[in-house]
């Protein structure tokens, strides 16, 4: 089992910018893959970046291209998500999943279904 806590959301003005952490806990060796998504009210989970957790290469949502950037800190088993230049269109809940499994292609890493755990989401609203 894997154990994950996202951190670090909050209420922030469009322009700014903000850091989003998660820990991850527990069997962390059998990771080969972290995410964030977010869901805003009424719509769908969406894919927001990846990252492979032993291997080099990262995946963004076009949405978050130029803005964002995932990276990860392996000694402190944390996935971090750097937000820059923040919209309304970014107010959600966010959320980090960890991937057991590993793909040659960075792209299935996109599909929220094939993460095996999930954090409880940590909220950000980006007033205009």
């Known amino acids: 089992q894997v154990q994950l806590k996202e951190s670090g959301g909050g209420l922030v003005r469009a322009g700014d910018s903000l850091t989003l952490s998660c820990a991850a806990s527990g069997r962390t060796s059998g990771i080969d893959a972290m995410g964030w998504f977010r869901q805003a009210p009424g719509k769908d989970r969406e894919f927001v970046a990846a990252?492979?957790?032993?291997?080099?290469?990262?995946d963004y949502a076009d949405s978050a291209k130029g803005r964002f950037t995932i990276s990860r800190d392996n000694a402190k088993n944390t996935v971090y998500l750097q937000m820059n230049s923040l919209e309304p269109r970014d107010t959600a809940v966010y959320y980090c999943a960890a991937h057991r499994l590993y793909y040659k292609d960075i792209s299935p890493y996109r599909r929220a279904d094939g993460y095996a755990y999930w954090g409880q989401g940590t909220q950000v609203t980006v007033s205009s």
């Open positions: 990252i492979r957790w032993k291997f080099d290469g990262t």
